[in-house]
């Protein structure tokens, strides 16, 4: 009895581990997936550049239910690119939920949990195919219209500063005490747990990722500002700070966009 106990916390001190580095080389081959340009989307041939604004969300609504497909494979790995290294604590925490449970009943909790977590994220990818059905943003892209759309988002972007980008930030930055309050235990607990956490994830980060839209979906160098930009929210003492004050720079400089626009 007493060797069995002793073996507990070893196995779990294993597992967590395994889980955060299984996580770190998933979002790196999303990453090299990304750089490497091998995801196929229809239209790539035809001269336009995947990383100008619009241009991805324009290719897809134009090639069909195949498009609209190889959009969201593409959302999709950018968000587990982006996304993953972020999550590492609460997949960690959550796996450690798991440590009385069997082999088979640990990998489908981890499955589900952060299946739906991946689901979730690459749903918002209709969001910008939605948008570009309204506003063309690879024909507005360099215009007056599209400095004016751009300057708008920007001044969107200060939501950065608002109580419910604080609310969900504070449950980001905080993976125990969002498990403390919202585990559920089984594979369903563990959809019904992820998505609500998705749902407060969503809401911390949608605002940078609507810019990241206007500035091209596809731009590695944006991706990879941002991303570091979400890591250190949730990572570092003063991430709450470095949030508002993106939220008051992008403020600025899109008010500051939309006047010289209007006025030139």
């Not at 798991?98 to 981890?110: E, N, R, S, Y």
């Not at 219209?145 to 969900?168: E, F, H, M, N, T």
């Not at 979906?217 to 929210?233: D, G, K, P, Q, T």
């Amino acid at each position: 009895m007493g060797s069995e106990t002793e073996a507990r916390p070893t196995r779990r001190g294993r597992r967590l581990p395994v889980v955060a580095l299984v996580s770190y080389v998933v979002a790196l081959l999303a990453w090299v997936a990304l750089f490497g340009h091998v995801l196929p989307m229809p239209g790539q041939g035809s001269g336009m550049q995947m990383s100008d604004p619009g241009v991805p969300e324009a290719m897809a609504t134009s090639n069909g239910v195949l498009g609209v497909a190889l959009y969201l494979l593409m959302w999709g790995t950018m968000m587990v690119a982006m996304m993953y290294p972020t999550s590492v604590p609460l997949f960690r925490l959550y796996a450690g939920t798991l440590t009385d449970a069997g082999t088979a009943k640990t990998v489908a909790g981890l499955g589900a949990f952060v299946g739906t977590y991946t689901v979730a994220w690459t749903l918002t990818g209709i969001v910008p195919l939605a948008v570009e059905t309204v506003v063309p943003l690879a024909r507005l892209d360099g215009t007056g219209r599209g400095l004016l759309v751009g300057g708008a988002l920007l001044v969107l972007a200060g939501y950065q500063l608002s109580p419910y980008k604080d609310r969900c930030l504070r449950r980001c930055r905080s993976p125990l005490g969002f498990l403390l309050e919202h585990y559920r235990p089984g594979v369903r607990g563990a959809v019904r747990t992820s998505w609500r956490f998705s749902v407060f994830c969503i809401g911390c980060c949608w605002a940078l990722f609507a810019f990241m839209v206007v500035v091209g979906s596809m731009n590695l160098l944006w991706m990879a500002a941002i991303a570091v930009v979400l890591s250190l929210e949730r990572a570092v003492s003063w991430g709450s700070l470095l949030a508002r004050g993106v939220g008051v720079v992008a403020g600025v400089v899109g008010v500051a966009v939309v006047v010289a626009t209007l006025l030139a």
